[in-house]
């Protein structure tokens, strides 16, 4: 099946550092991609759509100016996680489409990134 | 309401049981329906996709009922390596099919 990567597979920072996750399609070329959180023991949460070339589009309650997301290119998005706090520790995971098509098309799940913020 | 339900578990069965997963999802129009394994500390992966006919895979069987907005897994003849967490997902509302994923129910296989 379709490989999507994720880096760093996990980082620890200091309260108020920046982090940056990049998200690739190996072996595809991803029209959308979409960023995920999940806190322990809960359902994983869609924090954001990207599109290649576009801007995200935030669920509701998401701060688009805390997690920054871009989408340069056909393989690889990136969620930035600005002024990082404590609260904002957990598993971020990223999945990748290869079309914008159908409701049935499959989603491509990258392995997650656990962050610490201390 | 969440939009999708799950029972969060944790089942624990024997080795060669059969088990039943249930979930109810509120979005009406909802058109693709899911069921992902997820292991501990890992992401999430595609165990099945839910057909309006219902549909199976080996030993897993997955059904769909539009009119209740209630779907199902069935395992039977448990193994060891079916402990996971069992997610049912939804597409949602808005653009670009976004899924919805429920929280979970755990299984625990034991011999």
């Known amino acids: 099946g379709a490989v999507v990567s994720q880096h760093p597979s996990w980082v620890i920072c200091k309260s108020g550092t920046s982090v940056k996750i990049e998200c690739r399609s190996l072996?595809?070329?991803?029209?959308?991609m979409f960023w995920y959180r999940q806190f322990p023991k809960q359902s994983l949460m869609l924090m954001a759509t990207?599109?290649?070339?576009?801007?995200?589009?935030?669920e509701q309650g998401v701060e688009k100016d805390k997690f920054l997301i871009n989408h340069a290119s056909l393989t690889l998005s990136t969620l930035t996680v600005t002024s990082a706090h404590p609260e904002d520790s957990s598993f971020y995971i990223c999945?990748?489409?290869?079309?914008?098509?159908?409701?049935?098309?499959?989603?491509?799940f990258g392995p997650g990134t656990r962050l610490l913020v201390l | 309401r969440k939009e999708v339900e799950q029972d969060p578990g944790p089942f624990n069965v024997p080795e060669g049981a059969t088990v039943a997963f249930n979930c109810t999802y509120s979005?009406?129009?909802?058109?693709?329906f899911f069921w992902y394994r997820q292991d501990c500390r890992k992401e999430p992966k595609l165990l099945m996709s839910?057909?309006?006919s219902g549909n199976e895979d080996g030993r897993f069987t997955a059904q769909l009922n539009r009119a209740s907005q209630y779907i199902s897994l069935l395992i039977r003849d448990s193994k060891l390596s079916d402990s996971a967490t069992y997610l049912c997902?939804?597409?949602?509302?808005?653009?670009?099919?976004?899924?919805?994923f429920g929280a979970g129910t755990r299984l625990a296989v034991h011999p």
């Open positions: 999945s990748a489409r290869a079309s914008s098509g159908g409701a049935s098309e499959t989603q491509y």
């Open positions: 072996d595809f070329q991803a029209t959308t």
């Open positions: 990207s599109n290649e070339g576009s801007k995200a589009t935030y």
């Open positions: 979005n009406s129009a909802s058109q693709s």
């Open positions: 839910v057909y309006s």
């Open positions: 997902v939804v597409n949602g509302k808005g653009g670009y099919n976004k899924l919805i």
